[in-house]
Nanobody, 124 residues
Framework: QVQLVESGGGLVQGGGSLRLSCAASGRTFSWYTMGWFRQAPGKEREFVAAVSRSGGITNYADSVKGRFTISRDNAKNTVYLQMNNLKPEDTAVYYC?????????????????WGQGTQVTVSS
């Protein structure tokens, strides 16, 4: 089992940047494919980005391509989400998730472990 703790959320103006971090503890971090999801008020949780075990393969939702970058540091047991050119529609609770598989997927039910979430609010 792995425990996930997100940090780095906050309030930012449109066009600004934030970097989210997700620290993992428990089982060997490098065994897990990692993902970021988000849930806006009144909406279902949606996929944002995912990264393979080694960091060599990434996948992004169309809505964030070119603006967000997912990366990981297996030595630090941490996955990151760099978010640039933020828009008000990026406002949501962002969740880190782990999947005990080498296959990178974008479906919520493909992930076994979840963090508690961190709030990102983008003002216009």
């Amino acid at each position: 089992q792995v425990q996930l703790v997100e940090s780095g959320g906050g309030l930012v103006q449109g066009g600004g940047s934030l970097r989210l971090s997700c620290a993992a503890s428990g089982r060997t971090f490098s065994w897990y494919t990692m993902g970021w999801f988000r849930q806006a008020p009144g909406k279902e949780r949606e996929f944002v980005a995912a990264v393979s075990r080694s960091g060599g393969i990434t996948n992004y939702a169309d809505s964030v391509k070119g603006r967000f970058t997912i990366s990981r540091d297996n030595a630090k047991n941490t996955v990151y989400l760099q978010m640039n050119n933020l828009k008000p529609e990026d406002t949501a609770v962002y969740y880190c998730a782990a999947r005990n598989s080498l296959v990178v997927v974008s479906t919520e039910d493909g992930y076994n472990y979840w963090g508690q979430g961190t709030q990102v609010t983008v003002s216009s």
